[in-house]
C-alpha cells in the first residue's frame, strides 16, 4: 500500500511538469536531442549519454534521467545548484566546472578555458564566457562556455557572457545558445553581432528575461542563420519550487543575476545604462547618466579626425546618448567630456590605462581582427620584469613576451626593444597595442620569426614628464637601455647578443627613439618607427651632435627601416620627411601610408608590419 501511495505521488509530480520543448538534431553518429528546461539550463542527450547543463531547480528533474555529464557554466545560482545536482548525479557521473565552481561544488572536476575533455562519445571543449563591459559580473577566467562535439556536429553553449573577441575563433557550430539580458551578458543587437561572426546553422536565445528576442530575429534576417524562439519560461514553472527549492537565489548573487522577475515597486531604480552598446551593422552607441550635466561630448580614435568630438543628447530619464560609426573592425578607445571635465565611460569596465589619463575600449568584431584576437594557435608568455637599474637608483619595471615554446625548448631568439607612447606606460603595447597576440597570430602564420619582444618603461624621470624635461629623460632613457635593459635582457633571457638579431621601435615619445638609435647606431640592424619620424631640423641636429653616423657607408649598408604613419596624423610630416631623408641616403627604407590618425588602431597595424619585416 505504501508503495502505491508513493508511485502515485511521484507520478503526480511527473505529470505535473510543464513539458519541456526538445529540438532533434541529426548527426553521423546518430542523433542528438536537446531540452530546454529554464533560463539556462538545459539537457543534451545523444548515444545514449546524458548530459545536463547548469542544472537548477532539483523539482524539475522529476520525469528526467540521470546525467552521465554535468556541465556547470558559473557560481551564480542561475547556474550553479547542489540539490539539483545531487538530483540528477549517479554513480559515475562526471561534473565539470571552471575552478570557483570546483571549490563551491565537492566532486567538481576542473577544466578551464581552452582545456577538452572526452567523455563517452562526447568531446567536451570550455571556452572563454565573460563580461567586462558592464561591471564584474563575470570576470575573464571565472566561467565558461562550452563545445559540445557529436559526430560532426558541434553544439555551442555560450553560458554568462558578452560578444567577445574569442568567439571568432569557433567554427563549424550547428547551434549556438547565446545568453540574452542585460547588464549580465548581451542585448539581442549584440548577440545578432556575434551569430553572425559564428555562422552557426541555428541560434537559440536564452538566458534571456525580459528581453524583446524579435529584436534578435529581425536582425538575423537574410543572414542564413535560423533564429529558433523556444519556450523556456513556462506558466507556473516558478511556482513549482523554482526559486524556493532550485537555488536560483541560494547561492551569492551580483547585481540580481538570477532571480525570478518580481513585480517592481514604485521607487524602482532606473534601469542600467548599456554603453557601449555595438550594433549589427557595426554602429556604436554610447550613453551616460548625468541627469545634471549641461553638456555631454564624446571623442575617440575611431574617427579620421585627430581632434574630432560629437555631442551627446539627453532624454527626461537624464540619459545622454549618441549613434556614431559605422566603425572598421578593431579595438578602440575613448572618453566623455562632461561641461568640459573628461571621463572615462563609468559602465564601462574595459579600460585603457594610461599614465596621463583613462579612457574606455570597445572591440567591433570582424574578420579584419583576427590578428588582435586570442585565437587557437600556440601562444607565447608576457611577463612582467622588475630589474634593479643603476641609472635610476632604484627599481624599474618592463614587460617580456617571449615567443611559443621558449620554456620547453633551448633555442636562442632574436630580440626587438618596443617603445610605448608618451601617454602609455610599459604595459601599453600588451593591454592596448596587443602586441603578444598579433605575435602569436604571426608566428603561428609564418608570417613572422620567433622572437623576444622587450617592452620597457620610458619614464626614467616620473611622468607625466613637462616639456622642458622631455630632453633629459631621453637621455637618462638611452642609458638605463644600454647599461641596464639590454645587459639585463642578454643575461637573462636566451637571445641573440648581435646587432642582426636585434631590432628597436615602437612609438616616439618626442625625439626618445633617435635620441638612443641614431649615436648607438651600431647595435641594431632593424629599426622601425610606429606613426613618428623626423623633422629637418631634427635631422641637422643629430647631424651635428653626431657628425658621419647617419652617412657611414656601413650603416647604410647594413641598417633597414620601417616607417608606418597616417596621412591624416600629427605626425605624417615629420614621418614622410625622415623616410625621404633615409631613402636619399641610400637605406633601404619602406614607407608605410594609411589614411589613419595617431592612434592606437594604427600603432597596432604598423607594428604587425615592423614585425614581419624584422629578422628577414
Known sequence: MRFTV?????????????PRPVDEFATAAGPVRITMINHATMMVEGGGEVIHVDPVGAQ????????????????????MDAAAVAKVRKAGTVVLGPEAVAKALPGTTVIRNGESRQVGRWRIDAVPAYNLTRGTYHPKGDGNGYVLTFGDKRFYIAGDTENIPEMAALKDIEAAFLPVNLPFTMTPEEAAAAARVIK????????????????????????????????WYQAGDEAAGGQ???????????????????PQAATAKPAPVVSPQVLPDRRVTFRLRAPNAGEVTITGDFWLVQTRTEKLVKDDQGVWSVTLGPFSPDLYSYSFSVDGTSIADPVNGFIKPGVSSTQS??????????LLEARPVPHGDVRIVHYQSAVAAGVRRMHVYVPPGYDAG???????YLLHGGGDDDGGWVAVGRANLILDNLIAQGRAKPMIV??????VLDPPVPADRRDANNALFAKLLFQDVIPYVEKNYRVLAEPKSRAFGGLSYPNILPDAWIPNIGKFDYVGFTSNGLNADRIAFYEKQYPGVLDNPANVKRVKIYIGDGTNAMTFASAKNLAEDLKRRGY?????TTDGIHGWPWFRRYFAEFAQAAFR
Open 60 to 79: 524539475r528533474y522529476e520525469a528526467l534521467p540521470q546525467a552521465d555529464v554535468i556541465l556547470i557554466a558559473h557560481t551564480h545560482g542561475d547556474h
Open 200 to 231: 552557426p546553422k541555428f541560434v537559440y536565445p536564452y538566458h534571456s528575461r525580459g528581453s524583446d528576442l524579435s529584436v534578435l530575429s529581425k536582425a538575423l534576417e537574410g543572414s542564413g542563420i535560423e533564429v529558433r524562439l523556444r519556450d
Open 6 to 18: 508513493l508511485f502515485a505521488m511521484f507520478t503526480a509530480l511527473a505529470l505535473a511538469q510543464p
Open 410 to 416: 633551448k633555442s636562442r631568439y632574436p630580440v626587438m
Open 244 to 262: 524556493r527549492g532550485g537555488g536560483r537565489g541560494t547561492a551569492p548573487q551580483r547585481g540580481g543575476e538570477g532571480r525570478a522577475a518580481a
Open 361 to 370: 575600449m570597445f572591440f567591433v568584431p570582424g574578420e579584419q581582427t583576427a
Open 588 to 592: 633601404r627604407t619602406v614607407f608605410s
Open 454 to 459: 622587450v617592452m620597457p618603461s620610458i619614464w
